[in-house]
């Protein structure tokens, strides 16, 4: 019975930790088709297919971010509303992106989710190393994309 208990205490703390990413990740997925839309300028058409490439990968993440809460047990949330609240991404600046301005603010915004994602680790594993392990291959493409940014505007 206290087991149960514990467990049940592990995974509602481990829900506290991925509900917020999962707000960040569904977030920055959005940004990334907003950086793909409204970019503009010489290096257009690579940018154009590296913003897709990029929200595809934080489509397939959210997607095993959430359902890895209801293999917890706990629902996931994906409302609109509960990701403008719970979400730690800055907002896309509006109209139109030159790429390197472009390029910046995604830049910016995929470091800081690599740092909160990784400073989420060790909490994770304390808690559940399952959903560390998770976190730990979500980061490894987050700072991937985060390289690739990186070098655009080197
Ligand atoms: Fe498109």
């Avoid at 977030?27 to 690579?46: I, M, R, T, V, Y």
């Avoid at 390029?103 to 060790?122: F, N, P, Q, W």
């Amino acid at each position: 019975m206290k087991d149960a208990k514990s467990a049940k205490h592990a995974a509602r703390a481990t829900a506290a930790v991925l509900a917020p990413a999962l707000a960040d990740l569904i977030d920055l997925s959005l940004a990334c088709k907003q950086a793909h839309w409204n970019l503009e300028g010489p290096f257009f058409s690579p940018l154009h297919a590296l913003f897709d490439a990029m929200t595809d990968e934080y489509r397939a993440w959210y997607d095993e971010v959430a359902e890895r809460l209801l293999a917890l047990g706990v629902p996931a949330d994906g409302r609109s509303s509960t990701v403008a609240a719970k979400s730690r991404v800055e907002e896309m600046p509006s109209g139109r992106l030159p790429g390197p301005k472009a390029v910046e603010a995604m830049t910016e915004r995929v470091e800081s989710l690599a740092k909160r994602l990784r400073g989420d680790l060790d909490r994770l594993g304390d808690l559940d190393p399952v959903s560390q392990d998770m976190v730990i291959g979500i980061l490894a493409g987050v700072e991937k994309q985060a390289w690739m940014l990186r070098v655009q505007n080197a």
